[in-house]
């Protein structure tokens, strides 16, 4: 499938106006440059405020909330709770940090209560501070271009502004042939545009004259025995889904019957009148998630939807427009899934319910690589370019790419795994936290799941996920603290007896992938 162009989307936007909204769905852009926003992409849409020299742009459905003291002004973009002080305003939270002092030992711990998919805008002296949430789920991306900052959600959003070209490395590797098995995620901290970077996670940016990037957190492991961890785990989660409830007047659930929604199911105990639960199917494979989420739902007594969604492109309106939009939306690296633009297309403007709650980012603490390379608990001491290049992507041959993927990520390490001799973690852990958690899954909800709805993740807390990555390596393999998380919420759950599991991570394939990695971490060339 042909790549569309900057100028398909410019006609797609002129000729279909009711699609102007879906462009850059939910996104944000802050800058000091001068900005048309009568015209595209924003066609005078976006809401519009000014502090001192700054613009910023928040599309349709996206919320924003500024607060100012003491000439330091914060800006939030998207949403945020905390579950320790069981505040559920936004503004509030921002009155909290702009009574401390910014970037203080104090300021980071209110940061780490914080829940929610945001990016928060610091400016401060005539300088500006960009942070992100736990995972960077709401992806951010920055860079000052010809004197000007730019910093936001989408990577084509600036793209657009500033006519930018694709980078020819990036083209090479999203044309290489095996590019889309493993997501369209692109290495480090790279996006399509030279001059364009994407926020890490635990980083924060700040810009005056030049750019910094600096470390604020570092993923940790406490000692802590594993029942004190469950209990601790499943109380934040509680709290977090108690406020949820008190922020949205419509939120659902969304099921399927596996660990992750079936713990946050279980952590909903008490509150399960205030919520709507819900699966989809867009294809066969699907139905068995579907069917399992609806015999839980059924064992506990609430009112489960399994949305039926056409498998035919021809039952949706304008469907490859949509799907231009969408791939537009995420960086137009490579084509989304059809399936996946049917789901998004099928959702578009739902009243069914005012946001999803998603069971993401819990993967952090359930040891993702040891399962994906067959139960390997042993990655060495430290990451190698090589290491990362070879957990990225599937390279078979173009050795050329490896090379050029190996300096990426040896620059990613310099520029962000730096650190004392003790690692807090083992180093595949936090490279999973910091670089595939964000790039792939933070890029699905930014670009493609809010064009149809609003998301919120109550384990995107980094409170919560020290907890669960402080659980040993060989019970996060086993998945043993979720099944005690909810056999103290909820036992019903887990006495259903259903399981469902990855039909992607066969053992077979997690055999295959571990000789892959065994072997091509090693390759000298």
């Known amino acids: 499938m042909n790549k569309g162009t900057r100028k398909d989307i410019k006609k797609i936007m002129k ?44 599309a349709p459905k996206q919320t924003v909330y500024l607060k100012e003291k003491n000439g ?24 909290s940090l702009l009574d401390i ?12 209560q914080i829940t929610g998919i945001f990016t928060l805008i610091c400016i401060k002296n005539s300088e500006v501070y960009i942070l992100g949430d736990s995972t960077c789920m709401q992806t951010t991306f920055y860079g000052k271009i010809d004197g000007k900052i730019y910093v936001a959600s989408h990577t084509n959003l600036i793209g657009d502004l500033l006519n930018l070209k694709c ?12 590019f889309p098995m493993l997501g369209n995620a692109l290495p480090g ?12 996670p635990n980083h924060y940016i700040k810009i005056g004259k030049s750019v910094e ?35 949205w007047k419509k939120p659902a659930i969304s099921m399927t019957g596996g660990c992750d929604s079936k713990t946050t199911l279980a952590c909903a105990a008490g509150l399960y009148d205030r919520f709507l639960y819900f699966s989809y199917t867009s294809t066969e494979s699907e139905d068995v998630d579907a069917n399992a989420a609806h015999t839980i739902c059924q064992a506990l007594g609430v009112e489960h939807t399994i949305y039926k969604i056409p498998q035919e492109d021809d039952k949706f309106d304008k469907i490859e427009k949509i799907r231009s939009i969408l791939e537009w939306n995420t960086g137009n690296i490579i084509p989304v899934n059809k399936n996946d633009v049917r789901k998004r297309a099928f959702f578009a403007d739902t009243e069914d319910f005012d946001v999803e709650v998603k069971s993401w980012a819990s993967e952090i603490g359930r040891a993702y690589y040891s399962k994906r390379f067959h139960g390997r608990k042993n990655f060495g001491k430290g990451p190698t370019p090589r290491k990362c290049t070879t957990m990225y992507k599937f390279f078979f041959h173009n050795r050329k790419l490896v090379k050029q993927t190996d300096k990426i990520f040896e620059e990613y390490l310099k520029k962000y795994f730096a650190q004392a001799r003790e690692n807090p ?77 990855n039909l992607k991570h066969t053992e077979n394939r997690e055999k295959a992938e571990n000789i892959y990695y065994m072997l091509h971490s090693k390759i000298p060339f």
């Open 15 to 58: 000729e279909n106006p009711e699609f102007r909204s879906k462009l850059f769905a939910r996104g944000f852009l802050f800058t000091d440059a001068d900005i048309e926003e009568k015209r595209y992409p924003f066609y005078g849409l976006w809401k519009k405020q000014k502090i001192d020299q700054y613009t910023l742009l928040a």
């Open 72 to 95: 330091t002004a914060l800006i939030l973009a998207g949403h945020a709770y905390n579950p320790f002080s069981m505040c559920a305003s936004e503004i509030e939270i921002l009155e």
């Open 101 to 112: 002092p910014f970037i203080s030992t104090k300021f980071w711990e209110i940061l780490h």
């Open 167 to 178: 980078d020819d490395y990036i083209k090479k590797l999203s044309e290489y042939r095996f």
């Open 189 to 200: 901290d790279l996006t399509q545009f030279q001059k364009i970077r994407r926020l890490i």
């Open 213 to 247: 990037v600096k470390r604020f957190y570092w993923p940790q492991s406490l000692k802590l025995d594993t029942d004190k961890i469950v209990d601790e785990a499943a109380d934040i989660l509680h709290r977090n889904l108690k406020l949820i409830t008190e922020k």
């Open 425 to 501: 973690v083992d180093w595949q852990e936090q490279l999973f936290w910091e670089f595939r958690m964000p790039s792939w899954n933070g890029l699905v909800i930014t670009g493609e799941h809010k064009y149809s709805f609003d998301i919120t993740i109550p384990y995107n807390n980094r409170k919560l996920l020290e907890l669960l990555l402080s659980v040993p390596l060989e019970e996060r393999i086993q998945d043993t603290v979720y099944s005690k998380i909810r056999e103290k919420m909820n036992p019903l759950i887990d006495k259903t007896g259903i399981s469902v599991t």
